[in-house]
């Protein structure tokens, strides 16, 4: 059974930062790639990285580069998004999500539609 489990989200200020976890089970890193995605209240899902660690493919939103870092730790089956400088813009509900093979060629990585599985999200709130 394919699991993806968020962990890391939590209420902190600006300027701070935190390390969100995407635990996977069911598949392996060398299988699938990882996406990051945020929704906040009342806005659309968007994508904010990806990693896919078969051939160490990483990408980033625009608004998110320079402070976001995705990795993996493939023996741990799990992929983290370091948050450094947190804005309340930062502010929402993120999901990882997963998409069989690389996301090198795709034509939009940020798309959900390219990700068969789903975590249940983990809440980041940021305070001005």
């Known amino acids: 059974e394919v699991q993806l489990v968020e962990s890391g989200g939590g209420l902190v200020q600006a300027g701070g930062s935190l390390r969100l976890s995407c635990a996977a089970s069911?598949?392996?890193?060398?299988?699938?790639?990882i996406g990051w995605f945020r929704q906040a209240p009342g806005k659309e899902r968007e994508g904010v990285s990806c990693?896919?660690?078969?051939?160490?493919?990483?990408n980033y939103a625009d608004s998110v580069k320079g402070r976001f870092t995705i990795s993996s730790d493939n023996a741990k089956n799990t992929v983290y998004l370091q948050i450094n400088s947190l804005k309340p813009e930062d502010t929402g509900v993120y999901y990882c999500?997963?998409?069989?093979?690389?996301?090198?060629?795709?034509?939009?990585?940020?798309?959900?539609?390219?990700?068969?599985?789903w975590g249940q999200g983990t809440q980041v709130a940021v305070s001005s």
């Open positions: 999500a997963a998409s069989r093979g690389t996301l090198r060629y795709s034509n939009y990585w940020g798309s959900f539609y390219n990700y068969e599985y």
């Open positions: 069911g598949f392996t890193l060398d299988e699938y790639s």
């Open positions: 990693i896919s660690s078969s051939d160490g493919y990483t």
